[in-house]
């Protein structure tokens, strides 16, 4: 059994930065694609980034580029998000999800495994 716990949400101003961190256990991690979604209050889940197993290869949505960063470190079982320049609109609930995958997935139906979930309030 995957698990997959987040951490780091909280309340934010417009333009502040949080990060994120997901710790993943069950699993070799290093198989997994890595990727983080949210959602907002009565919207659908959206696809923020994702990360290869290696690293070497991400994907942004557009609204997040050069504003979020996604990393991971294989020997700590764990992905990161760096979130920058915050808007009060991404406000939501953020999920670190894993994917047996190769290279980079962007669709929610292509992820495996899902954590529960990290609350991120931007205040304007």
């Known amino acids: 059994q995957v698990q997959l716990v987040e951490s780091g949400g909280g309340l934010v101003q417009a333009g502040g930065a949080l990060r994120l961190s997901c710790v993943v256990s069950?699993?070799?991690?290093?198989?997994?694609?890595m990727g983080w979604f949210r959602q907002a209050p009565g919207k659908e889940r959206d696809f923020v980034t994702a990360?290869?197993?290696?690293?070497?290869?991400?994907a942004y949505a557009d609204s997040v580029k050069g504003r979020f960063t996604i990393s991971r470190d294989n020997a700590k079982n764990t992905v990161y998000l760096q979130m920058s320049s915050l808007e009060p609109e991404e406000t939501a609930v953020y999920y670190c999800?894993?994917?047996?995958?190769?290279?980079?997935?962007?669709?929610?139906?292509?992820?495996?495994?899902w954590g529960q979930g990290t609350q991120v309030t931007v205040s304007s």
């Open positions: 990360v290869s197993w290696s690293g070497a290869r991400t």
């Open positions: 069950g699993r070799t991690f290093r198989n997994y694609c």
């Open positions: 999800a894993a994917s047996i995958t190769v290279g980079v997935s962007t669709g929610d139906k292509q992820y495996d495994y």
